[in-house]
Nanobody, 129 residues
């Protein structure tokens, strides 16, 4: 089973991008999915998450109001719509599947990368100012 993140690219500040996270097998419907990012020279940080039934959604403060996470279990895909991109959003973005099925969770839970056990390869987002 693999996760694949896609949709990254080079955009200008203020533009939008949509990232997609797709599993090679139907393995996302029972699990939460998170997006993390790693900027050049920095550690990996939590961006957003959605639990298995879409009822618990969390964002890091810096992207609230600009990013939207959603899931389409019929397509086995979780998307991250990113609007009004800023230069500080430049990073490699990774999606990851939650380790445990049917978890409601909380912000501390989903923002902890130890609670994910399957990671995609990352997609680069570059925002020029």
């Amino acid at each position: 089973v693999q996760l694949q993140a896609s949709g990254g690219g080079l955009v200008q500040a203020g533009d939008s991008l949509t990232l997609s996270c797709t599993a090679s097998a139907r393995t996302l419907s029972n699990n939460g999915v998170g997006w993390f990012r790693q900027a050049p020279g920095k550690g990996r940080e939590f961006v957003a998450s959605i639990n298995w039934n879409g009822q618990r959604i969390y964002y890091t403060d810096s992207v609230k109001g600009r990013f939207t996470i959603s899931r389409d279990d019929a397509k086995n895909t979780v998307s991250l719509q990113m609007n009004n991109l800023k230069s500080e959003d430049t990073a490699v973005y990774y999606c990851a599947r939650g380790r445990t099925s049917y978890v409601a969770g909380s912000y501390p839970y989903w923002s902890d990368d130890n609670n994910y056990n399957l990671w995609g390869q990352g997609t680069l987002v570059t925002v020029s100012s």
